[in-house]
């Protein structure tokens, strides 16, 4: 059965500081997503991970990949108060049936 | 480009009754999702659709949820009846039909804020 694990679930953070979100998954998967969504809102699709060791960066944040560890990583570097949301890494997996899962999401917020 | 647009966005509702939510996706997306989302939660997959053909709804709970998607655009999810476990939002994605590498990003709607009284 396919997991998906993010820690932590809540994260105050100070402007300026830097700070990293992990996402673990249980099995193989075909590739890694990561969203943000504001309070009230909709996700907006942030990153697409394909393959081992992908990087994608916009802004602040940076997405990582190592398929070997089932393990993605989401790093904030000198967060701002416009980066408060919640953030969802999901991971796909179409070999046999289809899976879409969704992780627990990360709650943060940042402290001017 | 629109969205993916989705109505009603709220709908309060008495246990019991029946509910229908709409979802037009982004024209050109062949494949349509249907997620339900707890406060607090991430979004859970109800069902897929490819064009008009539900190929996953294994999530669905089929003795009172329901779904379409005729001629392969628009969708439509039905709760008959509806019970005070069903109050969540309901979110609409959709995206382009997978082909080897290219990313199969999905694009959420707003969603509709279902309360079950």
């Known amino acids: 059965e396919l997991k998906v694990e993010q820690n932590p679930l809540f994260l105050s953070m100070q402007e300026g500081k830097n700070y990293t979100i992990y996402c673990n998954y249980s099995t193989t998967s075909d590739r890694l997503y990561w969203y943000r969504q504001d309070p009230g809102k909709s996700l907006e699709s942030l990153f697409v991970l394909l393959s081992n060791g992908a990087v994608k960066q916009e802004g602040r944040l940076m997405a990582s990949l190592d398929t070997k560890a089932r393990l993605s990583t989401l790093h904030i570097t000198a967060a701002v108060h416009d980066l408060s949301a919640t953030y969802f890494c999901a991971v796909a997996h179409t070999s046999g049936t289809y899976k879409y899962i969704f992780g627990t999401g990360t709650r943060l917020k940042v402290l001017a | 480009e629109a969205g993916v647009v989705q109505s009603p966005r709220y709908k309060i509702i008495e246990k019991k009754q029946p509910v229908a939510f709409w979802c037009n996706p982004i024209?050109?997306?062949?494949?349509l999702y249907w997620y339900l989302q707890n406060l607090g939660q991430g979004p859970e997959l109800l069902i897929r659709?490819?064009?008009?053909?539900?190929?996953?709804d294994s999530q669905l709970p089929k003795d009172r949820f329901s779904a379409e998607r005729l001629k392969g655009v628009d969708s439509t999810l039905k709760i008959q009846p509806a019970e005070l476990g069903d109050s969540a939002v309901y979110l609409c994605?959709?995206?382009?039909?997978?082909?080897?590498?290219?990313?199969?990003?999905?694009?959420f709607g707003p969603g509709t804020r279902l309360t079950v009284l």
């Open positions: 994605a959709s995206s382009q039909r997978w082909q080897g590498n290219s990313a199969d990003t999905q694009y």
């Open positions: 659709y490819e064009n008009e053909e539900a190929v996953d």
């Open positions: 024209s050109g997306h062949n494949t």
